[in-house]
């Protein structure tokens, strides 16, 4: 794991320190470990989370869609995937973890601990119900998501979290592009532009992902997000 590790982010540009690749051992072996009792991931060989959730989740700090220092928030955050891999690999960012399942945040709290990674706070909440937080609305310069819903659902649970002139970055799989075309009317309702999508080949693998760029450029109307189910029922 730590050859395909190395090997990965050389060929993503980036550079990390031999701790940083022992954080991420450590963070597969606790993965699959809490996996047992809860479960959090289908894929548990250490060289598919090597290459399938960490080198995945990089990607958008190699190719500089996250600064330094950005407050990041991931909605839907799961396992940690895709923000807890980029905070290990830009230490400086501040990152909120969401979700709506409290065990997943209780496995990393946990994780967070074991690794030594500050700056995270953690808010169990549904997307939904997070984005009409005054403390959470509009006050992020980006916010994440992967492999949660269709990118027309994705607009309203994540562009309210972003300031304007901020980001929201939704990693997607291949059928990005149909999906993008199937959202214009909800990005643009919720004060989004996209900016591009970008099609990203995941190191030592022969995954091609995509990242979808999409620029906040008003604020969101106050009735978004909707409330809880209706997005995913209705989207726009």
């Known amino acids: 794991m730590r050859e395909i590790l190395k090997n990965g982010f050389s060929e993503l540009g980036l550079s990390t320190q031999d701790e940083v690749i022992t954080q991420f051992e450590q963070y597969a072996d606790f993965l699959v470990e809490y996996n047992a009792k809860v479960n ?41 995937f895709p923000s807890v891999p980029m905070k290990l690999v830009s230490s400086n960012i501040e990152l909120t973890l969401l979700d709506s399942l409290d065990k997943r945040l209780t496995f990393l709290k946990e994780l967070c601990k074991l690794l030594g990674i500050e700056n995270v706070s953690f808010v169990h909440a549904r997307a939904e119900e997070g984005g009409k937080m005054p403390e959470l609305r509009e006050n992020f310069d980006v916010a994440v998501s992967r492999a949660v819903a269709h990118l027309r659902v994705l607009c309203e649970y994540c562009l309210p979290y ?11 799989g291949p059928s990005a592009n ?45 009735q978004y997000p909707r409330n809880a189910g209706k997005p995913s029922k209705n989207p726009i």
Not at 45 to 70: M, N, W, Y
Not at 162 to 172: E, I, N, Q, R, S
């Open 40 to 80: 959090l991931t289908a894929i548990t060989e250490r060289s598919d989370i090597a290459v399938k959730h960490f080198l995945d989740s990089v990607t958008p700090v190699s190719l500089g869609l996250i600064k330094q220092g950005a407050s990041v928030i991931d909605v839907g955050c799961g396992a940690g």
């Open 162 to 172: 972003v300031k304007v002139g901020g980001l929201f970055l939704a990693l997607k």
């Open 178 to 222: 149909e999906e993008v075309q199937e959202s214009k009317k909800a990005i643009e309702a919720l004060g989004g532009r996209l900016v591009d999508v970008i099609n990203v080949k995941v190191p030592l693998s022969d995954l091609n992902h995509t990242i979808v760029q999409i620029e906040k450029v008003r604020q969101t109307p106050r």
